[in-house]
């Protein structure tokens, strides 16, 4: 396999790995601060991502063990659809074991549904460092098993910690914690992080059904803590974000918003087509075809994720040919990891 899945993987990895710090999992990194962390997306790219890392997979389903109350069901099934079946499969799998160690029937919503995709899937190592290792059941999670993963038993230590909701990259569990359970505490969140939008826009980037979130809007503007421009269903809400932050007693500085469940799934679907792709990937036109289709899918859903990544120069496949695809788009997504990590992570 060519070297640049690997050149991608291991800075989407420090992310994720700061991420899970700031949420209170027990590691030695530097939490994250400057863009709010999405739990809910973050625990479905584990499982995507987390295949190539037993360490990172089993760290998300000890915080999980701990943290199981602050996720969304509902959300876990709207971001892992966008994944597809194999991570939900695993999703499936990580929740089912995470359900039994603590005792409780926890997300069975999700469990339910990612069990439509084990059909006449054949048994397989849920780490691909470790193909062909488990030839036969002896030794293997019997839970795991059911959903046709072989793996060692995984290494949960229940040293996982609760969020630092004084962290700003915390500010959708600290808000959370603020409004309850419901839509309006993630649609604060965006409103005060991004700037406002129309119903259906929030809806879409906070991974919502739009009814709800229109709803909610509805609520917070007869209350008066959030504005709308016009008294059409399409209207913009914002809010006065120093005046809100004050009331809720948030610092000045508040983090940046970003799709991160687009932004995972972009990486997702480059990384995982080599590793599913190798021998198309090794042939120049191959790749380069590849690497053109993907441009179309991965460049729109980063260039809106986020108002600095919509700021990126863009690869252009009108203009390029042949090797040309793959890269420039390898390049992009290197520049877009460099301002992910560098600017908006620590």
């Keep these: 396999m060519e070297n640049w899945p690997s050149d991608l993987l291991e800075p989407v990895k420090e992310i994720m790995w700061s991420q899970w710090a700031a949420l209170g999992a027990n590691l030695t990194v530097e939490p994250a601060r400057k863009s709010v962390v999405d739990p809910e997306a973050l625990f479905v790219a584990t499982c995507g991502f987390g295949r190539n890392d037993a360490r990172l997979f089993d760290e998300a389903m000890d915080w999980l063990l701990e943290n199981n109350e602050r996720i969304k069901p509902w959300r876990l099934k709207r971001i892992a659809r966008t994944f597809g079946a194999d991570t939900q499969r695993v999703l499936g799998a990580a929740l089912d074991y995470v359900a039994d160690a603590a005792g409780k029937n926890l997300f069975p919503g999700v469990r339910e549904e990612a069990k439509q995709y084990l059909g006449e899937v054949q048994r397989e190592d849920l780490f691909y460092s470790e193909k062909g290792r488990h030839s036969e059941e002896k030794g293997v999670d019997p839970i795991f098993l059911k959903w046709n993963l072989l793996r060692g038993?995984?290494?949960?230590?229940?040293?996982?910690?609760?969020?630092?909701?004084?962290?700003?990259?915390?500010?959708?569990?600290?808000?959370?914690?603020?409004?309850?359970?419901?839509?309006?505490?993630?649609?604060?969140?965006?409103?005060?992080?991004?700037?406002?939008?129309?119903?259906?826009?929030?809806?879409?980037?906070?991974?919502?059904?739009?009814?709800?979130?229109?709803?909610?809007?509805?609520?917070?503007?007869?209350?008066?803590?959030?504005?709308?421009?016009?008294?059409?269903?399409?209207?913009?809400?914002?809010?006065?974000?120093?005046?809100?932050?004050?009331?809720?007693?948030?610092?000045?500085?508040?983090?940046?918003?970003?799709?991160?469940?687009?932004?995972?799934?972009?990486?997702?679907?480059?990384?995982?087509?080599?590793?599913?792709?190798?021998?198309?990937?090794?042939?120049?036109?191959?790749?380069?075809?590849?690497?053109?289709?993907?441009?179309?899918?991965?460049?729109?859903?980063?260039?809106?994720?986020?108002?600095?990544?919509?700021?990126l120069a863009m690869p252009d496949i009108k203009r390029q040919s042949g090797i040309e695809h793959k890269d420039k788009l390898l390049d992009y997504m290197k520049r877009v990891l460099h301002e992910l990590r560098d600017t908006y992570t620590l």
């Design 153 to 311: 038993a995984p290494r949960i230590r229940e040293h996982s910690g609760t969020p630092n909701t004084g962290n700003p990259a915390n500010l959708m569990v600290k808000l959370r914690e603020f409004y309850g359970t419901g839509t309006r505490a993630d649609v604060m969140t965006y409103l005060l992080t991004a700037g406002g939008g129309s119903s259906n826009e929030i809806a879409v980037r906070l991974k919502y059904n739009q009814k709800g979130v229109y709803e909610a809007l509805e609520e917070m503007c007869a209350a008066g803590t959030v504005h709308k421009y016009s008294k059409a269903r399409n209207g913009y809400y914002w809010v006065e974000r120093d005046d809100m932050a004050k009331t809720l007693g948030l610092p000045v500085e508040l983090p940046v918003f970003f799709v991160w469940g687009d932004i995972y799934f972009a990486y997702y679907l480059l990384i995982s087509d080599c590793i599913m792709n190798v021998e198309s990937h090794q042939d120049d036109f191959l790749s380069a075809e590849r690497m053109r289709n993907l441009t179309v899918k991965i460049v729109p859903l980063l260039r809106n994720s986020g108002e600095p990544l919509s700021q």
